[in-house]
């Protein structure tokens, strides 16, 4: 499967975005997906993730209660919308992919075999 990801930007703090990733290739259905984020110096981190059962979702600590994960499988595009976001929040933004069993919903960078190019976000103070 490929990803696209876009929708990233500059911000100010308290200002909402939302990311979009689209799919193209194998069934969409068939995938978790996950966002990741990874910021200069950092390491590449968890952000959030959407199983293949519908409303299944997990979330990092930074981000709960301020991100929500989407996804619509007729479209084939895992949103990401961003609230209340502040600079610690600026990093390249990444869509993943993960074939796995309906019962498995993966937040490991390990889990998820395919990966977008990524998209900015910058939020200034």
């Known amino acids: 499967v490929q990803l696209q990801a876009s929708g990233g930007g500059l911000v100010q703090t308290g200002g909402s975005l939302r990311l979009s990733c689209a799919a193209s290739?194998?069934?969409?259905?068939?995938?978790?997906l996950g966002w990741f984020r990874q910021a200069p110096g950092k390491e590449r981190e968890f952000v959030a993730a959407?199983?293949?059962?519908?409303?299944?979702?997990r979330y990092a600590d930074s981000v709960k209660g301020r991100f929500t994960i989407s996804r619509d499988n007729a479209k084939k595009t895992v949103y990401l919308q961003m609230n209340s976001l502040n600079p610690e929040d600026t990093a390249v933004y990444l869509c993943?992919?993960?074939?796995?069993?309906?019962?498995?919903?993966?937040?490991?960078?390990?889990?998820?075999?395919?990966w977008g190019q990524g998209t900015q976000v910058t939020v200034s103070s």
């Open positions: 993943a992919a993960a074939a796995v069993i309906i019962t498995v919903c993966p937040t490991g960078h390990n889990e998820f075999g395919y």
């Open positions: 290739g194998r069934p969409f259905s068939r995938f978790a």
């Open positions: 959407i199983c293949r059962s519908e409303g299944s979702t």
